[in-house]
């Protein structure tokens, strides 16, 4: 392999640094897992910050280890071959460092390079003092991988793009909850700013907005047909894309998917197929209501959600008059970037036969731990009277003592019922994950 590209790619063995990135809150976590053999794989949709987490995990370990004892591959560099890229790195690297003692390679977007999964199978078995982090962008393909040939060998971490936490962190000092109420009017204007243009970090730190709106529509186009049309081999590419649109349309939204079928002229299985792909590109996410009965979850309307905010609204949809199902598409987002570590935990919508309704359910388990509604504008007394009863309907199916209303900007509490209701605002709940 040319050893010129190996030394770019490696700034830290001449005692560079990179860009600052934005610190990641997921760090402290994989920080636990350094010291153990398994291998770590940070999976989710692109451009969301996982070859940032890696140059921030090689930055502090540049600080407490010899940073020539560590090796970043990039797979999707195009200018080098990709047939056994991984163990010809690996090779240049000894031969062109030499290196003593405990190794940490870095392997960027690993998907790239075919039968990569036989590789790390080999390297995990064999070189007992090496310790390997992958990233990788298609997630079907990582599960499979890892449920058959990297079995106990493999770690993952889902990355999301940026919380509003991040995100606030980013323009923004907040010491305390004191701090934070007393700069709540210039929290709730970046609120909308990540509620309208996301959490993706390179648009983040991007200060002309026409770019902004750019990058978004390049890694929508590049999720949509290079990650699935052009990789799952559909041949019907127009009808993916008016699939899309429908969801995104439809966020926070219930949808049915053989109405879907017939709008678009293709068969349920079809449909089911296609979200599936979306799904696994971390793209479109589809919840279904909570049942008892597994056929019955599978049958009944799904509610649609998007990875971000901002990948949602370049499609042209009015931002203005979507306040609310952006909320909650934030609202699920979170929970699943909160919970995702939990492999028991599962999110679902409820509604009974008297068309009580309620957003999201948190499963731990066996069991409902949390109900969670989210009303944007809840000044209406007949808005107010309706999430109210949605909740409580909930709240007493389940034995909740307590659940949440999040809301724009109303915050409070009431007993109803004998359950104990907060109402939170979008921001707070954001801000304060304890809330």
Same mark, same amino acid.
């Given at each position: 392999?040319?050893k010129?590209?190996?030394v770019?790619?490696?700034?830290?063995w001449?005692?560079?640094?990179?860009?600052?990135?934005?610190e990641?809150?997921?760090?402290?976590?994989i920080?636990?897992w350094?010291?153990?053999r398994?291998?770590?794989g940070?999976? =989710?949709?692109?451009?969301?910050?996982?070859?940032?987490?890696?140059?921030?995990l090689i930055s502090r370990?540049?600080?407490?280890i010899?940073?020539?004892?560590?090796?970043?591959?990039?797979c999707?560099d195009?200018?080098?071959?990709k047939?056994?890229l991984?163990d010809?790195?690996i090779?240049?690297?000894?031969?062109?460092?030499n290196?003593?003692g405990?190794?940490f390679?870095?392997?960027?977007?690993v998907?790239e390079?075919?039968?990569?999964e036989?590789?790390?199978?080999? &390297?995990y078995d064999l070189e007992?003092?090496?310790?390997?982090?992958i990233?990788?962008?298609?997630?079907?393909m990582?599960?499979?991988d890892?449920?058959?040939r990297l079995?106990?060998?493999?770690?993952y971490?889902?990355?999301?793009?940026?919380?509003?936490?991040?995100f606030l962190?980013?323009?923004l000092?907040i010491?305390?909850?004191?701090s934070?109420?007393?700069?709540?009017d210039?929290i709730?204007?970046y609120?909308f700013?990540?509620?309208?243009?996301g959490?993706?970090p390179?648009?983040?730190?991007?200060?002309?907005?026409?770019?902004?709106?750019?990058?978004?529509?390049f890694? !929508?186009?590049?999720?949509?047909?290079?990650?699935?049309?052009?990789k799952?081999n559909?041949?019907?590419? +127009?009808?993916?894309?008016?699939?899309v649109n429908?969801?995104l349309?439809?966020?926070?939204?219930?949808l049915? $998917?053989?109405?879907v079928?017939?709008d678009?002229?293709?068969?349920?299985?079809?449909? =089911?197929e296609?979200t599936?792909?979306?799904n696994? +590109?971390y &793209?479109? !996410?589809?919840?279904?209501?909570f049942?008892?009965?597994?056929k019955a979850?599978?049958?009944?309307?799904?509610?649609i959600?998007c990875?971000?905010?901002?990948?949602?609204?370049?499609k042209?949809?009015r931002?203005s008059?979507?306040?609310?199902?952006?909320?909650?598409?934030i609202? !699920?987002i979170?929970?699943?970037?909160r919970?995702f570590?939990?492999?028991?935990?599962?999110?679902?919508?409820?509604?009974?036969k008297?068309q009580?309704?309620?957003? $999201? %359910?948190?499963?731990? =388990? &066996?069991?409902?731990?949390?109900a969670?509604q989210v009303?944007?504008?809840?000044?209406?007394?007949?808005?107010?009277?309706?999430?109210?009863k949605g909740l409580?309907?909930?709240?007493?199916?389940f034995? %909740?003592d307590?659940g949440i209303?999040?809301t724009?900007?109303?915050?409070?509490?009431e007993?109803?019922?004998g359950?104990?209701?907060?109402?939170i605002p979008?921001w707070?709940w954001l801000v304060y994950?304890d809330?």
């Amino acid at each position: 392999m040319n050893k010129e590209i190996l030394v770019e790619w490696n700034p830290q063995w001449k005692g560079e640094a990179g860009s600052k990135p934005i610190e990641r809150e997921l760090i402290k976590e994989i920080e636990q897992w350094l010291k153990r053999r398994e291998i770590l794989g940070f999976i =989710g949709v692109r451009r969301s910050g996982k070859t940032t987490l890696m140059n921030i995990l090689i930055s502090r370990l540049s600080s407490t280890i010899t940073p020539k004892n560590i090796l970043f591959v990039k797979c999707d560099d195009d200018r080098i071959q990709k047939e056994n890229l991984i163990d010809d790195a690996i090779k240049s690297y000894r031969e062109l460092i030499n290196p003593k003692g405990r190794i940490f390679v870095f392997i960027d977007e690993v998907q790239e390079v075919d039968k990569w999964e036989n590789t790390l199978k080999r &390297l995990y078995d064999l070189e007992k003092n090496m310790k390997i982090i992958i990233s990788g962008s298609n997630f079907s393909m990582l599960k499979e991988d890892f449920s058959h040939r990297l079995a106990g060998r493999i770690a993952y971490f889902e990355v999301y793009p940026l919380s509003f936490r991040e995100f606030l962190k980013t323009k923004l000092t907040i010491d305390d909850k004191i701090s934070a109420f007393s700069k709540k009017d210039e929290i709730k204007h970046y609120l909308f700013e990540y509620m309208e243009l996301g959490g993706f970090p390179e648009v983040v730190l991007e200060n002309d907005r026409d770019i902004k709106k750019q990058l978004l529509q390049f890694y !929508f186009d590049t999720i949509i047909y290079r990650d699935i049309i052009k990789k799952r081999n559909i041949r019907n590419a +127009a009808k993916m894309e008016k699939i899309v649109n429908l969801f995104l349309q439809n966020i926070s939204n219930t949808l049915n $998917f053989s109405k879907v079928g017939k709008d678009v002229s293709l068969s349920v299985d079809t449909v =089911g197929e296609y979200t599936g792909y979306l799904n696994d +590109a971390y &793209l479109v !996410f589809n919840v279904p209501v909570f049942h008892y009965s597994v056929k019955a979850q599978e049958i009944n309307p799904k509610k649609i959600y998007c990875i971000d905010s901002g990948i949602r609204n370049i499609k042209g949809f009015r931002f203005s008059q979507d306040y609310g199902r952006i909320a909650e598409n934030i609202v !699920f987002i979170e929970l699943k970037r909160r919970n995702f570590s939990d492999p028991l935990s599962r999110i679902f919508y409820w509604h009974d036969k008297k068309q009580r309704e309620t957003d $999201f %359910l948190l499963m731990k =388990g &066996l069991k409902i731990s949390l109900a969670i509604q989210v009303c944007w504008d809840i000044s209406q007394p007949e808005i107010k009277e309706r999430e109210v009863k949605g909740l409580l309907g909930a709240l007493n199916e389940f034995d %909740l003592d307590r659940g949440i209303i999040i809301t724009e900007d109303y915050e409070g509490e009431e007993i109803m019922g004998g359950k104990r209701i907060n109402y939170i605002p979008l921001w707070f709940w954001l801000v304060y994950p304890d809330a």
